[in-house]
């Protein structure tokens, strides 16, 4: 149990372009999701978090108008990187806590490896 | 802000020997202390996690320990395999629905056959 998805699990695109990565939570009803950055050989770094149905709460340094968060139901959140640069080129990974049961818990999704040419 | 520490930042141990991670938080509100195992190129697995409510938790070769007094806690795998080679990252929070995690810097574990 417990399971959360990413889409897509890679995707290449051209400077100045858009991209949005879905995260769902498969078996369980999520209250909040989380969205993480990470580069290579580095710890997980939180972007933003979001709970369904309100606006997502950035950490600081963190472009809202950049990186465009809907957390549209209880078990799909979407993370858009608009006009992508290479400099957002990273592993995109999201995180979900349940409803019901242990809801301080996050289970990761597969993460979603973007590069902008 | 919460702030976790997290030792040793690589770990080779032979295969059947035992790894130790320990990390240290600062704020003494937290009282939920995950552990996170990550494979090259995937998504961080849960692999264990511990309330401030008990000192110890083990699952198989697994076990963690909680030191709230001296706001430590550590992974320990015993019987070391192959596939438990990967990043481990520790995490703390204040345990509340919908809380952020404060991660560790991660360990890197290779298990040498």
């Known amino acids: 149990g417990a399971v959360v998805s990413q889409h897509p699990s890679w995707v290449i695109c051209k400077s100045g372009t858009s991209v949005k990565i879905e995260c769902r939570s498969l078996d369980f009803q999520a209250t909040t999701m989380f969205w993480y950055r990470q580069f290579p050989k580095q710890s997980l770094m939180l972007m933003a978090t979001s709970n369904e149905g309100s606006k997502a709460t950035y950490e600081q340094g963190v472009e809202k108008d950049k990186f465009l968060i809907n957390h549209a139901s209880l078990t799909l959140s979407t993370l858009t990187v608009t006009s992508a640069h290479p400099e957002d080129s990273s592993f995109y990974i999201c995180s979900a806590s349940p409803l019901a049961g242990a809801t301080d818990t996050q289970y990761f999704g597969p993460g979603t490896r973007l590069t902008v040419l | 802000g919460e702030n976790v520490e997290q030792h040793p930042s690589t770990l080779s141990v032979q295969e059947g020997d035992s790894a130790v991670i320990k990390c240290t938080y600062s704020?003494?509100?937290?009282?939920?202390f995950p552990w996170y195992k990550q494979e090259l190129g995937k998504g961080p697995q849960l692999i264990i996690d511990i309330r401030s409510n008990v000192g110890e938790k083990k699952d198989q070769r697994i076990a963690v320990t909680l030191n709230k007094t001296a706001k430590h806690f550590s992974l320990h795998i015993t019987e070391t395999q192959p596939e438990d080679s990967a990043v481990y990252f520790c995490?703390?929070?204040?345990?509340?629905?919908?809380?952020?995690?404060?991660f560790g810097g991660g360990t890197r574990v290779l298990v040498k056959p």
């Open positions: 704020d003494s509100a937290s009282n939920y």
């Open positions: 995490a703390a929070s204040i345990g509340a629905a919908g809380n952020k995690l404060t």
